[in-house]
Nanobody
Framework: QVQLVESGGGLVQAGGSLRLSCAAS????????MGWFRQAPGKEREFVAA????????YYTDSVKGRFTISRDNAKNTVYLQMSSLKPEDTAVYYC?????????????????????????WGQGTQVTVSS
């Protein structure tokens, strides 16, 4: 059974940092595009960042560029999201997602890396709360 388990969320003051982790089990995702999404209360889920299988290509939504960094450790089957200079508007439940297709490029598939429909596996989410 495939599982994605997020961790690292919590309460932090504005300007602070957090590092989220997403550990995969049940199969290896070292050849797969992985992504992070978030959902704030009363809002739709939105794309945050994505990374290709090798880590050589990343993609971010404009609101987090320069503040968040996505990375991966394929030996650990884990993807990370380093979040810095956090703002209250970053408050949300953060979800990890995985594309089931191995060796697929970042821009192949439905809607590209920012589209939730290209991802087949999702974690349960971790809460990030940024206080002002």
């Amino acid at each position: 059974q495939v599982q994605l388990v997020e961790s690292g969320g919590g309460l932090v003051q504005a300007g602070g940092s957090l590092r989220l982790s997403c550990a995969a089990s049940g199969r290896t995702f070292r050849s797969n595009v992985m992504g992070w999404f978030r959902q704030a209360p009363g809002k739709e889920r939105e794309f945050v960042a994505a990374i290709n299988w090798s880590g050589s290509s990343t993609y971010y939504t404009d609101s987090v560029k320069g503040r968040f960094t996505i990375s991966r450790d394929n030996a650990k089957n884990t993807v990370y999201l380093q979040m810095s200079s956090l703002k209250p508007e970053d408050t949300a439940v953060y979800y990890c997602a995985a594309d089931k297709r191995s060796n697929a490029g970042m821009w192949t598939g439905l809607g590209g890396p920012s589209s939730s429909v290209r991802y087949d596996y999702w974690g349960q989410g971790t809460q990030v709360t940024v206080s002002s």
